[in-house]
């Protein structure tokens, strides 16, 4: 019998690689001032609020799965990361509600201090520092450095987590031409 966890990780990673990838390409055509093809760039400057809403509400409805279904333990810095991509689901969906797109600053200071969360999270997890702000530990090891899983050689639950914060930030971008802040 198939594993459910292990498909839907695996499922997810596949789509955090191919975001990841999007990402560095949009990126890449951001600071050389070129437009993406225009059938996503109309699509990115009519949508962003509704595909920004899919990205939160699909980061947050992950990030329950692991913890309430997979039962993984949220450490304390996946707490800190949730607290800034929770509130985005609300915050889309009220904008998209009531036709507003002033929330842009409010986004992008969110989605930046979760990335750096995530970063930091991840560096944790690679070993690259070892100050971990976890109360929580298993077997004597801070939960913040556990990984359940690791997936295509770098993906974890932080990975996914800065990825869906980034391509928030690169839509928003994308976006800025479309209307007034």
Wanted: net charge positive.
């Amino acid at each position: 019998m198939v594993d459910i966890t292990s498909t839907i990780t695996y499922l997810l990673s596949i789509g955090t690689v191919i975001v990841d990838l999007f990402i560095i390409f949009a990126v890449f055509l951001i600071l050389i001032k070129e437009k993406l093809p225009d059938f996503i760039d109309k699509a990115i400057q009519k949508f962003w609020l509704h595909i920004s809403l899919i990205i939160s509400l699909g980061a947050s409805l992950a990030s329950f799965y692991y913890s309430e279904i997979a039962k993984f333990e949220p450490c304390t810095l996946c707490w800190y990361q949730r607290s800034f991509m929770f509130p985005l689901v609300f915050l889309f969906g009220l904008a998209i509600y009531r036709k507003e797109t002033f929330i842009k600053p409010y986004v992008k200071l969110m989605a930046i201090l979760g990335s750096l969360i995530a970063i930091y999270h991840y560096l944790l997890q690679i070993g690259v520092t070892t100050i971990a702000p976890c109360s929580l530990t298993v077997n004597g090891v801070s939960a913040c450095v556990q990984r359940p899983f690791i997936a295509f050689g770098y993906i974890t639950i932080p990975i996914m987590s800065l990825t869906s914060f980034l391509l928030i930030l690169v839509i928003l971008k994308l976006s800025e031409n479309s209307e007034t802040q």
